[in-house]
């Protein structure tokens, strides 16, 4: 369902190319990461301009958005949403207005921008960045879902179309910032750091039983809650895994994860003559969001330097593979292949989903996990359509465990 406002207010585009003012379009704008971008917008109001911006649910707050940001186009996703609060194109000041999946497509397609930033989660991003790649936009991705469903399709595509793909992970971030200027080909393997998440140290017992609460509490980073229940999990370390495959071209035994607690170190990449490399910084968000955004330049900003001498002893551990079985799991997903793991990155969003709303303990979402993968049939090298029905039939199958479980 798209509807548009045929009367929208439009303004002359900048000239594509023009590097004073980098146009951007947020998809998923009251995010964590998506209100990160705007902050940085707020704080370099002369290197960008937002011109669409997209909430699913949040429309209070992409109301005041659009006030502070005057954008060209948004579209609220979710269409019921959208109706609940009465919403008309004259409640946006203006700017056209969309509505559903279909609307996000659209307002890539319909404004004149420099950079799509991917800042909503779930397989639900995949079409609209699709169409950016088709338009010869820059990408900055920190949606990891459509990397781990359709990695080969988004990849390939950003390739023919040479479009550059700017991770906004920070582990990503700090792996493509470690590569910059060295010779691919030497690269022995890269190293993924994990906080560890809020239950580090937790019995199997507790860690079964916690709660949402205690899930998304966690140590280190703010963030969205389903990426903050990933992270409980492992299974964002695990899709973090599956997409460091498909943007640097690594195998999945090229990848190690380790548990480092203070986050300082974001990641690091070995080479063949044993040197390692490593990016540090603040644990804040904001840094590479930052460097996506202005790549390739380097923009100083409100943080401190990092002090090294109050650093103290960086801590590094193997994750305990047997209370978090996630991590396997994507493991086992992007060495299949095929179809499997837009399976498994849909099973984990009912089981997220259901864990969130109570209705399964939180060891319940692994199992449900599991339970999708074990009855998915792999199908290889998937059309989009095939992945559709792929993700849509894991759906399905992972409402009916969560049920079973729910009972």
Same mark, same amino acid.
């Given at each position: 369902?798209?509807?548009?406002?045929?009367?929208?207010?439009?303004?002359?585009?900048?000239?594509?190319?023009?590097?004073?003012?980098?146009?951007?379009?947020?998809?998923?704008?009251?995010?964590?990461?998506?209100?990160?971008?705007?902050?940085?917008?707020?704080?370099?109001?002369?290197?960008?301009?937002?011109?669409?911006?997209?909430?699913?649910?949040?429309?209070?707050?992409?109301?005041?958005?659009?006030?502070?940001?005057?954008?060209?186009?948004?579209?609220?996703?979710?269409?019921?949403?959208?109706?609940?609060?009465?919403?008309?194109?004259?409640?946006f000041g203006g700017a056209e207005f969309l509505v559903g999946e279909g609307g996000l497509s659209a307002l890539v397609e319909?404004?004149?921008?420099?950079?799509?930033?991917?800042?909503?989660?779930?397989?639900?991003?995949?079409?609209?960045?699709?169409?950016?790649?088709?338009?010869?936009?820059?990408?900055?991705?920190?949606?990891?879902?459509?990397?781990?469903?359709?990695?080969?399709?988004?990849?390939?595509?950003?390739?023919?179309?040479?479009?550059?793909?700017?991770?906004?992970?920070?582990?990503?971030?700090?792996?493509?910032?470690?590569?910059?200027?060295?010779?691919?080909?030497?690269?022995?393997?890269?190293?993924?750091? $994990?906080?560890?998440?809020?239950?580090? #140290?937790?019995?199997?017992? !507790?860690?079964? /039983? &916690?709660?949402? +609460?205690? *899930?998304?509490?966690?140590?280190?980073?703010?963030?969205?809650?389903?990426?903050?229940?990933?992270?409980?999990?492992?299974?964002?370390?695990?899709?973090?895994?599956?997409?460091?495959?498909?943007?640097?071209?690594?195998?999945?035994?090229?990848?190690?994860?380790?548990?480092?607690?203070?986050?300082?170190?974001?990641?690091?990449?070995?080479?063949?003559?044993?040197?390692?490399?490593?990016?540090?910084?603040?644990?804040?968000?904001?840094?590479?969001?930052?460097?996506?955004?202005?790549?390739?330049?380097?923009?100083?900003?409100?943080?401190?330097?990092?002090?090294?001498?109050?650093?103290?002893?960086?801590?590094?551990?193997?994750?305990?593979?047997?209370?978090?079985?996630?991590?396997?799991? $994507?493991?086992?997903?992007?060495?299949? #292949?095929?179809?499997?793991? !837009?399976?498994? /990155? &849909?099973?984990? +969003?009912? *089981?997220?989903?259901?864990?969130?709303?109570?209705?399964?303990?939180?060891?319940?979402?692994?199992?449900?996990?599991?339970?999708?993968?074990?009855?998915?049939?792999?199908?290889?090298?998937?059309?989009?359509?095939?992945?559709?029905?792929?993700?849509?039939?894991?759906?399905?199958?992972?409402?009916?465990?969560?049920?079973?479980?729910?009972?």
């Amino acid at each position: 369902m798209v509807e548009r406002n045929s009367s929208a207010r439009r303004t002359e585009p900048a000239r594509r190319g023009d590097a004073s003012v980098r146009r951007i379009i947020v998809l998923g704008s009251t995010g964590s990461v998506g209100a990160t971008t705007l902050d940085i917008v707020r704080d370099f109001p002369g290197r960008f301009k937002v011109v669409g911006l997209s909430a699913h649910r949040n429309v209070g707050l992409l109301k005041r958005q659009i006030e502070e940001f005057s954008p060209q186009a948004v579209c609220v996703s979710d269409a019921g949403a959208a109706r609940k609060c009465g919403l008309a194109s004259d409640s946006f000041g203006g700017a056209e207005f969309l509505v559903g999946e279909g609307g996000l497509s659209a307002l890539v397609e319909g404004l004149e921008a420099d950079l799509l930033v991917v800042a909503m989660v779930g397989f639900a991003g995949l079409l609209p960045t699709l169409k950016g790649i088709e338009r010869g936009l820059a990408i900055a991705l920190a949606n990891k879902e459509i990397l781990v469903a359709a990695g080969e399709i988004v990849v390939a595509s950003a390739r023919q179309a040479g479009v550059r793909l700017l991770p906004i992970d920070s582990e990503h971030s700090a792996i493509f910032q470690c590569l910059e200027g060295n010779h691919a080909p030497s690269l022995r393997r890269v190293v993924l750091t $994990a906080s560890g998440g809020p239950f580090r #140290g937790w019995s199997r017992e !507790a860690i079964e /039983n &916690a709660t949402p +609460e205690e *899930a998304l509490h966690h140590p280190t980073w703010s963030m969205g809650r389903k990426i903050t229940i990933d992270s409980a999990t492992l299974m964002n370390k695990g899709f973090e895994v599956i997409e460091a495959c498909h943007l640097f071209g690594l195998r999945p035994d090229q990848i190690d994860v380790l548990i480092h607690p203070r986050s300082t170190v974001h990641s690091m990449v070995e080479f063949n003559d044993g040197s390692v490399l490593a990016q540090m910084g603040q644990t804040d968000m904001y840094l590479p969001v930052l460097h996506a955004l202005a790549y390739p330049d380097r923009l100083a900003n409100k943080f401190p330097p990092l002090d090294l001498a109050a650093l103290g002893a960086l801590e590094f551990s193997h994750p305990d593979r047997r209370l978090f079985p996630c991590l396997d799991y $994507a493991y086992e997903a992007v060495s299949t #292949g095929g179809t499997m793991p !837009a399976a498994m /990155n &849909a099973a984990n +969003e009912v *089981a997220v989903d259901a864990f969130l709303r109570k209705r399964v303990p939180f060891g319940g979402i692994a199992r449900t996990i599991r339970a999708v993968m074990d009855a998915h049939t792999t199908m290889d090298n998937p059309s989009l359509d095939v992945l559709r029905k792929a993700d849509r039939q894991a759906r399905e199958t992972a409402e009916r465990y969560v049920g079973n479980l729910a009972r």
